[in-house]
């Protein structure tokens, strides 16, 4: 495919106008509740129906853009995304937000898979690891610009946000209707064909415990997220001023880190090699925040998980595209739903633990992301890319 390069920066590019859009609206989130007058509850269901609808709709998204093709998905998602969030900005009554919230799940559903298979389809095994971590650095990029663009749009009107998120959506989608061009699918050694169902794929011992370790880890890192600001206040004592500090520094860092380091440190370690000491390491650092009583540790120690929650995404998603073959759509839809499960479970879990114990839910998600580092040491260690080629 002519300007391969190009039209993997463009796939990549509508994946971070999403997460711009997405983090353009958070700080604009408690002066709509306190405005429209919503409940706590409510607006929980506001993010629960979100990541319902993505879980549900994303592994047909993912068989679809195998069937139908990965540009169709991305313009189709881009343009459900835009009207998702114009109907928000829009929208004066609950029904019209949870409608709103479930065609942005829908979108989102659409866009994250097709992009991931688009950048496998486009790059090579020795490439991958490298595309995959710009995939991941959109995603967090998005989150971290996000909110600081939209408090400074904000001051023009409270739906303001909505309205440029909107039409950054509509951008995204003109560009990939016109500009984005269908990659041509290669099948390589050790990949699935695709005769490969659902339940075959799930069954697949390749990947099975991927799956299980997306759960864990969106599970665990929604835990940790969930519940750091109300922790920081009532444990430590941080100003809200100075959980944005810690909690922006600490992504911008693990994101250059992400940016710069993550091909090669796949290269030395392997995808495997580097959940392994992603896992051990955000155990004890968590495990570290729930103990100490030093806020300079607690700072040190959320970069630290940070960074390490931002390499395990990549270097799974860059592991199951190594054998996903020409079902790259349908294993990234599946690696959609299962981080969607995680993203659930996590806060909700993480809520009702802080209710019976301030510390409780770090001393769980520590644990179980422990038992999960030991688990992956009985994952078997994937071929390299020459062995793949050799074979």
């Known amino acids: 495919m002519k300007n391969k390069n190009s039209m993997l920066y463009l796939a990549i590019m509508n994946l971070f106008i999403v997460f711009v859009g997405v983090g353009l609206v958070i700080p ?26 993505q879980l549900i709709a994303s592994p047909i998204a993912g068989h679809i853009s195998d069937r139908v093709g990965r540009k169709k998905l991305i313009s189709v998602g881009m343009l459900i995304f835009s009207i998702s969030e114009l109907i928000f900005g829009l929208g004066h009554t609950v029904g019209w937000l949870y409608f709103s919230r479930a065609i942005g799940g829908i979108a989102a559903a659409l866009i994250m898979p097709s992009v991931t298979a688009y950048v496998a389809d486009v790059t090579t095994i020795e490439e991958r690891p490298k595309a995959m971590g710009l995939v991941s650095a959109a995603i967090s990029g998005g ?13 023009f009107g409270m739906r303001v946000p909505f309205f440029v998120a909107s039409a950054l959506g509509f951008f995204g989608c003109l560009l990939a209707v016109f500009i984005l061009k269908e990659p041509n699918k290669k099948l390589m050694h050790g990949q699935v064909s695709s005769k490969g169902s659902f339940k075959e794929i799930i069954k697949n011992p390749v990947f099975t415990f991927p799956f299980v370790v997306i759960l864990i880890s969106s599970f665990g890192l929604q835990a940790f997220e969930s519940i750091y600001s109300i922790m920081a206040v009532i444990n430590f004592g941080f100003s809200t001023t100075e959980i944005a500090m810690i909690i922006t520094v600490s992504g911008s860092l693990a994101l250059v880190c992400q940016i710069v380091f993550f091909d090669s440190i796949i290269r030395m370690v392997g995808e495997v090699g580097l959940i392994r000491i992603a896992f051990f ?10 103990f100490t009583n030093n806020n300079w540790v607690v700072i040190i120690s959320t970069f630290i998980v940070f960074l390490a929650f931002d390499l395990v995404r990549p270097a799974i998603t860059t ?16 690696n959609s739903t299962f981080t969607s499960f995680g993203n659930i479970l996590g806060p909700m879990a993480s809520g009702f633990l802080f209710d019976m114990n301030h510390f409780l839910p770090y001393y769980v998600s520590s644990a179980v992301l422990l038992i999960t580092s030991f688990l992956a040491l009985m994952w078997k260690k994937e071929p390299s890319p020459e062995e793949l080629k050799e074979g």
């Not at 002066?31 to 409510?42: E, N, V």
């Not at 390491?281 to 729930?290: H, K, L, P």
């Not at 592991?319 to 599946?334: F, I, M, P």
């Open 143 to 155: 989150f971290i610009i996000g909110p600081g663009l939209g408090g400074f749009i904000a001051h």
């Open 281 to 290: 390491a955000s155990a004890i650092f968590v495990g570290v925040i729930a």
């Open 319 to 334: 592991y199951l595209s190594r054998h996903a073959g020409d079902k790259q759509g349908t294993v990234n839809g599946l």
């Open 28 to 53: 604009v989130m408690p002066l709509l509740q306190k405005t429209m007058h919503l409940s706590g509850s409510t607006m929980g269901m506001l993010v629960s129906v979100f990541a319902i609808a």
